[in-house]
């Protein structure tokens, strides 16, 4: 079993900052992907950024803004988040791909204009 911890999420003005971090402790063979989605209400949930050992993505919406990555020697995933707008409120969700995926428990972030 994989356990994940969320943390960084929180109250921000438009055009602030954050810097979300996922930690993944238990039995962990080998991570493949990790990532973030986040739920907005009243709409989908949306993958934000994946990040593997060859390759990284992000939904267009964020492209430019958010930026990934990992720390492989702690098994934790970072989303540094700038130039945020109200349009970024969710529960940010990270995740981790091994031999199943796993789900972190959310974390929120509000963004107020």
């Known amino acids: 079993q994989v356990q994940l911890v969320e943390s960084g999420g929180g109250l921000v003005q438009a055009g602030g900052s954050l810097r979300l971090s996922c930690s993944a402790s238990?039995?962990?063979?080998?991570?493949?992907?990790m990532g973030w989605h986040r739920h907005a209400p009243g709409k989908q949930l949306e993958l934000v950024a994946s990040?593997?050992?060859?390759?990284?993505n992000y939904a267009d919406s964020v492209k430019g803004r958010f930026a990934i990555s990992r720390d492989n020697a702690k098994n934790t995933v970072y989303l540094q988040m700038n130039n945020l707008t109200p349009e970024d409120t969710a529960v940010y969700y990270c995740?981790?791909?091994?031999?199943?995926?796993?789900w972190g428990q959310g974390t929120q972030v509000t963004v107020s204009s």
């Open positions: 995740y981790v791909v091994e031999r199943r995926t796993y």
């Open positions: 238990g039995t962990i063979a080998s991570i493949n992907y």
């Open positions: 990040i593997s050992s060859r390759s990284t």
